[in-house]
């Protein structure tokens, strides 16, 4: 098996050093070349066509989100984005631009360093979409109205109307930037997210897309109740979870669980708590967590979507989904709204596992 050739683009040369000493330290992976600004990376992907590329955000003479632009319209290659947590949002501009994932800066020796290396190695391997690119037009990363904040002593539930439970992965940010903001000001349904992500780059990923979605966006908190019309994210370092009394927890992570926060905890108490009320989704995404959940909510009664192959990123979690048997529908991404929309419509003795 050919070894997997990695582009280093960061201004500090420590960085540069640290990532490559993480790297070359792994069998099967090699550094083929060092960036320290943007167009220097964009020409050596095209001198060097490695891979992958690890990509910094702030660099002089061209930044990071500029380099993806043009990688990805020149020579696309998987990207992964290595920033700071103090610069989350940008690193979720940077996946809305073509990168396919954004992890922490790591340190050496530590846990982090091994989770690296090990998105490197998935990564690689991803054949690139670049259609998949969720960019928003000039002028609509702020929308017309700023959506209306939560007021204190928002009531719960009325009972009736159903519950969205959305997980996602790797492609999953891109994904939810094409379905929340087309969900419009008016969706009455309260919609639950778990997207993995890494540590400290949850709160980002909230600002970032409450930037492009007319419908409120909130990390969630231990203890919330979950409002209609607004949509919770699961923090990173916890997973979320709903119960009874239609409220949100915030669990500890499950020991030697790899995925963060876990999809499955957040279908599985959707299901548990709302029976045929519960609409569970899965995206795009490696691995399998989900599928266990999604199929919970389908023998509760509720009704599961999954996205198809042909708008996915990475084709697991929801492939691992649909061949078990637990997604009612499958549909291409840009019919994964309008389902929703459809399904927020309709009288609850009509939700339970009918296909539209």
């Known amino acids: 098996m050919a070894n997997i050739r990695v582009l280093i683009a960061d201004d500090s040369s420590l960085a540069r050093g ?5 790297l070359e330290a792994e069998p099967g992976i090699e550094v083929v070349g060092e960036a320290c600004n943007g167009r ?8 060097l066509r ?10 002089p003479v061209m930044g990071g989100l500029q380099a993806i632009e043009a990688i990805m319209c020149t020579r696309a290659v ?23 994932d954004v992890v922490g800066k790591p340190d050496y020796g ?29 002028g609509a990363a702020t929308p017309a109205q700023a959506p209306s904040p939560v007021p204190a002593g928002t009531p719960a539930l009325r009972g009736g109307e159903p519950v969205f439970a959305i997980a ?24 639950l997210v778990a997207q993995h992500i890494s540590d400290g780059f949850a709160q980002g990923m909230v600002d970032w897309l409450a930037a492009l979605c007319p419908l409120p966006v909130r990390l969630a908190r231990h203890g ?58 899965i995206l795009s995404g490696m691995g399998h967590d989900g599928a266990a959940g999604l199929a919970a ?38 019919a994964l709204a309008p389902a929703m929309r459809e399904l927020a419509s309709r009288p609850p003795r009509l939700l339970a596992g009918s296909a539209a």
């Open 297 to 334: 909510i389908r023998a509760a009664g509720g009704h599961t979507l999954a996205q198809d192959e042909a708008s996915s990123v990475v084709y697991g979690m929801n492939r691992v989904a649909i061949e078990r048997g637990a997604a009612v529908q499958v549909l291409p991404l840009a």
């Open 18 to 22: 640290l990532l490559r000493c993480l």
């Open 50 to 59: 490695p891979s992958l590329v690890t990509m910094d955000l702030e660099m």
């Open 168 to 191: 996602a992965s790797t492609g999953g940010p891109q994904a939810l930037a094409a379905i929340l903001p087309a969900l419009g000001r008016d969706f009455p349904c309260p919609v």
């Open 224 to 281: 919330d109740v979950l409002v209609p019309g607004t949509i919770h994210v699961s923090p990173s370092e916890h997973d979320l979870a709903v119960v009874p009394g239609e409220r949100l927890a915030l669990r500890a992570r499950v020991p030697g669980c790899v995925y963060r926060p876990s999809c499955d905890v957040l279908l599985t108490s959707v299901a548990q708590v709302f029976g045929a009320r519960a609409i569970g989704i």
């Open 110 to 138: 530590s846990g982090d360093a091994a989770a690296f290396v090990a998105k490197v190695r998935l990564l690689a391997g991803v054949s690139v979409i670049t259609r998949m690119r969720a960019r928003p037009e000039p």
């Open 78 to 100: 998987p990207i992964l984005v290595v920033s700071s947590v103090a610069d989350a949002q940008g690193a979720l501009q940077a996946v809305a631009h073509g990168a396919l």
């Open 40 to 47: 220097q990376a964009v020409e050596m992907v095209q001198a």
